[in-house]
């Protein structure tokens, strides 16, 4: 299996009370996911928080999670940031810390155009990393289309793309047009449908919360499965959708916490869930934990 594929954790960070990382938290995690069924691990995704660290925290969290990996186990770190320079500094930083791959999102400082997007990965490929590619284009403002991931295949070492755009029938798209590029799933509430039609892993993040029963979930959807594994996806898709609200890394934390892990609080801007948001991700989560125990 290719670093990238599989369940890649979008890893929380876990945050003491003061808002500092702590870090013995954070490696007792990314041991824990690996004991429990996960490939991998993504840190300094949005999930992590990435915007609001400062670069030396950024550093020492990939530093800290390439540790904590027991042998086998990737690490693919988050390199987004407003443009190409810096980004490229992270994918450099990352591989001096012995990480597997990237995941990296199109620049974000404004809308770019298709080609100041190409030019992006150009240099994010000469690193020379495997670069994940990541088409959130709620939070970027830019669209990574079946076209456009066509485009950035060209560079040897773009090998995959994350696809949170929700549309289920880009996977086919793509494989028409860049077959060469591994798709992955993105978002938690899409994953059984995009597994089915062949993305070979899963970036998400309720995984963070229950991995080994995530695991299950996916290899029901990766053997085609559908008789046993829909009913069990329907009866989790509502925690799965808090994945993709914009409150969706308090109330993975929320999650964790439930489920007897550390979520912890967040950072400003960010803000803890109203008591409304609270009462109803718990039915949500509860709901979820009830499904899936025991499979």
């Given amino acids: 299996m290719k670093p990238w594929q599989g369940i890649v954790v979008a890893a929380a960070l876990p945050l003491r009370d003061d808002l500092s990382i702590d870090y013995d938290r954070f490696q007792e995690h990314v041991a824990w996911l690996a004991a429990n069924g996960c490939d991998g691990v993504s840190p300094n995704g949005s999930l ?9 925290e950024r550093d020492d969290v990939v530093r800290a ?23 490229r500094v992270w994918a450099e930083r990352a591989l001096e810390a012995g990480a597997d791959g990237v995941l990296s999102l199109p620049p974000n400082a404004y809308r770019a155009g298709e080609d100041e997007v190409v030019a992006h990965y150009r240099e994010l490929a000469e690193v020379g990393l495997p670069v994940v590619s990541y088409n959130n284009p709620y939070d970027t403002n830019v669209d990574l289309t079946p076209e456009l991931i066509a485009r950035i295949a060209e560079f040897d070492n773009v090998v995959a793309v ?14 028409n047009l860049a077959p060469r590029i591994d798709v992955l799933a993105g978002a938690d509430d899409v994953v059984f449908e995009l597994v089915l039609m062949g993305a070979v892993g899963w970036i998400g993040g309720f ?37 993709s609200r914009h409150t969706f890394v308090q109330a993975i934390k929320l999650a964790m916490d439930m489920a007897g892990r550390y979520g912890g609080p967040v950072r400003l801007p960010r803000l803890p869930l109203e008591p409304d948001q609270v009462a109803r991700a718990r039915k949500d989560f509860e709901a979820a934990f009830a499904a899936l125990a025991g499979v």
């Fill in 48 to 56: 992590g928080e990435y915007q609001v660290l400062t670069p030396q």
């Fill in 65 to 87: 999670a390439v540790e904590a990996a027991p042998e086998g186990f990737s690490v693919v770190p988050g390199t987004g940031a407003y443009g190409a320079a810096e980004a």
């Fill in 162 to 175: 994350k696809e949170f755009s929700a549309d289920v029938r880009r996977i086919h798209q793509i494989k």
């Fill in 207 to 243: 995984s963070n919360a229950l991995p080994r029963e995530c695991r299950r979930l996916y290899d029901l959807a990766a053997a085609g499965n559908v008789e046993e594994g829909l009913p069990l996806y329907r009866r989790v898709h509502d925690a799965f959708a808090w994945d």
